[in-house]
């Protein structure tokens, strides 16, 4: 990517996106969108390791090429409430998909009776890009591109050995609460540093729980 290998990582997808002034139809900014996609069962929280793979990635990146503007996007089926308030805060994007796909020759009886039985949500995998995650990368993202690149920026260069620690799965619960809490008092602090430029740390709690015993699905407001 960027003419050169990534030591620490492929991602899943990357592209260029470039924002319009839809006004006079004439570019207003360029930006380097650095996907990950997990398609898993599991709920994201703002602990999972999953979720700090795509980060470190994108940290190295941005550190790499401090001159381009990096916006990381992270797709899964289901993110918890504080983990969309975490990636506003530190300047990624999450797209929760609310199914988890499964190949298409799986479609048929034995998928109903899984998703009846278990309560689950698979679905075959559709032959186009489902129209409301088109949505995201069409509409939704070219509004936030601008915010999200200038926080991350920022928090890129501050946290990126924390995303590195929490990347790693085989880290302990009380490991990852440690870290986690950490990395969110570190962001307080960017908060405090660069004030007009990151904003809404409030949201984000630095010491509400990070487990994911610490909010339960049904709470969560999806």
Not at 65 to 79: E, S
Not at 92 to 118: C, H, M, W
Request: charged fraction near 20%; hydrophobic fraction near 40%; include cysteine.
């Amino acid at each position: 990517m960027l003419g050169r290998d990534l030591s620490f990582g492929s991602l899943d997808n990357a592209a260029v996106l470039t924002t319009l002034n839809l006004e006079e139809f004439t570019p207003t900014g360029q930006y380097i969108v650095a996907v990950e996609v997990k398609n898993i069962r599991s709920w994201i929280y703002r602990s999972t390791a999953e979720l700090y793979q795509l980060l470190y990635k994108a940290a190295q990146l941005q550190l790499d090429h401090p001159t381009h503007r990096f916006v990381p996007v992270f797709v899964c089926r289901r993110a918890q409430y504080m983990t969309n308030q975490m990636a506003e805060a530190l300047g990624f994007y999450v797209i929760s998909t609310k199914r988890q796909y499964v190949p298409a020759s799986v479609a048929g009886r034995e998928l109903d009776e899984v998703n009846t039985e278990l309560g689950y949500d698979l679905e075959p995998a559709p032959a186009s890009p489902p129209p409301a995650l088109v949505k995201h990368f069409t509409a939704t993202l070219q509004s936030v591109a601008e915010r999200t690149a200038s926080r991350w920026s920022v928090t890129a260069q501050a946290l990126v050995e924390n995303f590195k620690a929490l990347r790693n799965d085989r880290l302990s619960n009380r490991d990852r609460e440690e870290l986690t809490h950490e990395l969110l008092d570190i962001a307080a602090d960017i908060h405090d540093n660069h004030r007009g430029t990151i904003t809404n740390y409030g949201d984000l709690g630095t010491h509400q729980g990070v487990t994911t015993a610490s909010v339960l699905e049904d709470d969560v407001p999806f």
